[in-house]
């Protein structure tokens, strides 16, 4: 039995999205099935484009994510940039997410408020691999026992991978999905059962 789901990403020219735009929204149309004992996973569509703030650029915004007017001129050169130069206006942003219920994100509650604010879409279902897998990888806090991963520190402790572009939405989605692969066939157990067991009732 196979299943499918959506893995997004936003990278924003500020934290609030009242106030700041999204640069660039990411997102892969992904496949999954167990077979043989272990789950699979087949990216069938990708999306990958890029916007203009409607506001001045926020320097601190861009310090993490790169996309200058001239990076985003450059991209949108590259993904034919026949699309709106704003993300509110790009109805196939949600023509896109609305093919499947679930949605898997790192940080799901910062990049679904600007999908919701400029498209008036929530996913019906949707996975947190920060939240979720925050337990797993244990990384100490200063203040509290542990602390919420980075995408970078999840993928270096579950795949032990530090080769990707982060903070590149396509990247990023990319990482997400590199996570997915490890701990949709993890024996390790989470609140009682396997993790390739928790995945086999969240991919229905």
Request: aromatic share 18%; net charge neutral.
């Amino acid at each position: 039995m196979s299943a499918h789901f959506t893995i997004f990403d936003v990278e924003t020219n500020g934290l609030v999205p009242n106030r700041y735009s999204v640069l660039s929204f990411s997102a892969l149309h992904v496949r999954t099935w167990r077979e043989n004992g272990r789950r699979f996973f087949h990216v069938q569509d990708e999306f990958d484009r890029y916007y203009y703030p409607q506001e001045p650029y926020n320097r601190k915004a861009i310090e993490v994510n790169g996309l200058t007017r001239e990076v985003i001129a450059s991209r949108r050169e590259r993904t034919g940039g026949l699309y709106p130069v704003h993300f509110f206006k790009d109805k196939d942003v949600s023509d896109f997410c609305r093919k499947t219920e679930l949605a898997v994100c790192h940080n799901t509650p910062f990049d679904s408020k600007f999908l919701k604010h400029y498209h008036g879409y929530e996913f019906p279902r949707l996975f947190c691999t920060m939240r979720e897998f925050t337990e797993y990888c244990a990384i100490p806090h200063q203040f509290y026992r542990i602390k919420w991963p980075k995408l970078e520190e999840a993928v270096m402790i579950i795949c032990g991978r530090n080769d990707f572009a982060f903070h590149d939405s396509l990247a990023d989605c990319y990482a997400v999905l590199e996570i997915l692969k490890i701990m949709g066939n993890a024996g390790d157990t989470y609140k009682g059962q396997r993790w390739s067991d928790y995945f086999d009732r969240l991919f229905i």
